[in-house]
Each structure stands twice: as C-alpha cells, then as structure tokens.
C-alpha cells in the first residue's frame, strides 16, 4: 500500500524568506499524481499544487513550487516569499492513477513570524 | 453553490446515537468523495461516488458506517451505534468530471464529531 511521510510535524519561517516542507512516499506504480493541500483553521482543505508523475518538469504556482524527485519518492514544497497568510497546516497528497484512494500524510504545521 | 457544504459544522453525540451527516457538493460536479480526519492526522479516505452510483467503499471502517447519493447530488454520512473513536472531522469533496486522478477536488469546511 501507498504511504506518504511528512517528518517536520512543524515549521517555522520568517516572513519574506523562503520555506521548504518534505515530503516522501513509497510506491510501487509508475503512474501516479501528488498534491500539497494546505488547510487553515477554517477546516477547509485548499489545493496548493500538483504535479503529474510522468512530467519531469517541476510544477510551479506563482510562489510555490516543488522539487519532484521521482527515483528518490520525494516531493518537497518551496514556498517563495513566505506571507503571513500562508500560515497554515500543509498536507502532502499521494493519488494512484488505478483506483481512488487517496493517501494523505500527517501534515506540517507552518508559522510564518511577522 | 459557490462551494462544498457541510452540516452540521459541529456534532456531539452521546456513544451508541446514531448520526447524520450532509455534504451538499458544487452543483453538476460528479465525483464525491468522503474522508475522516482524526486529531492531528492527514484526512483518509472513506468512500467514491460518481452520481448515484457508490463505486468504492473501501475505507469505511466498519459496518457502522454507511453512505448514500441517491439523486447523485447531495450526500450523506450516517454513522450507527458511534463509538468514541469515531470521534473526527468528516470532510466531503467533490470533483466535476468522473474519476481521473488528476481532477482537482474542492473540499467542504467538515463535520466535526465528537463522541462521549
């Protein structure tokens, strides 16, 4: 079965600066999709980023990006000129592309300090 | 709707009750999907629908647990006899097209259940 890692249960940034959470997986498929859900206290999960496993380039969305690794099952989330908005917890998503579970990790908790 | 809705926001429940939950998806969307959020934990997956039709039920966690989309629009959760662990947040999603993997989902604000 799919599982997700995130081992930062938190992380800090100072407002302006740049941020980076990991996040890694184990699988055996080829095909594949990952995300970066970030949900604040309103409960409500937003989607951040995704990226298709076939596609080699790195997605990007204005200040966020990701370092897909494929060989090393790593999926990291850069967060460029970090807002106090952005303050949040951040979920690392695994979806296969067979059936319809989607596995979640264990979230990162990021402050962002004025 | 502009949005995923979820009622009630906040339920109690006294253990062995048995309770409803709603999710009211965005409108013409097919795909609805319902995961359980335990304290300090990732949201995991409890059941599809494409429609009316419930395609997998695989996370349901026990026979107490039981979902339906009969008109293909609104859903419910209902949960028999609770018990303390299923204390969580119940979030419901739901995509416009059929099953892809790569649909973007849009999330409701979630139930949150608590047991005593």
């Known amino acids: 079965a799919q599982t997700v890692t995130q081992s930062q249960p938190e992380m800090s940034v100072q407002e302006a600066e740049t941020v980076t959470l990991s996040c890694t997986y184990d699988?055996?498929?080829?095909?594949?999709?990952l995300f970066w859900y970030k949900q604040p206290p309103s409960r409500q999960m937003i989607l951040v980023i995704r990226q298709e496993a076939y596609k080699q380039q790195n997605a990007t969305e204005n200040r966020f990006s990701v370092n897909f690794q494929k060989a090393a099952k790593s999926f990291s989330l850069k967060i460029s000129d970090s807002q106090l908005g952005d303050a949040a917890m951040y979920f690392c998503a695994y979806r296969s592309s067979y059936n319809n579970d989607m596995r979640f990790g264990a979230g990162t908790r990021l402050t962002v300090k004025p | 709707g502009a949005g995923v809705s979820q009622s009630p926001r906040y339920k109690v429940a006294k253990r062995g009750q048995d309770v409803a939950l709603r999710c009211d998806p965005i409108?013409?969307?097919?795909?609805l999907f319902w995961y359980q959020q335990a304290l300090g934990q990732g949201p995991e997956f409890l059941t599809y629908f494409q429609n009316e039709a419930q395609l997998d039920k695989s996370g349901l966690p026990s026979d107490r647990f039981f979902a339906e989309r009969p008109e293909g629009s609104v859903s419910t959760l209902k949960i028999q006899r609770t018990q303390q662990e299923d204390s969580a947040v119940y979030l419901c999603a739901s995509s416009l097209d059929g099953y892809s993997g790569n649909e973007k989902l849009f999330f409701g604000s979630g139930t949150q259940l608590s047991v005593l």
């Open positions: 699988t055996s498929e080829s095909d594949y999709y």
């Open positions: 409108s013409g969307h097919v795909s």
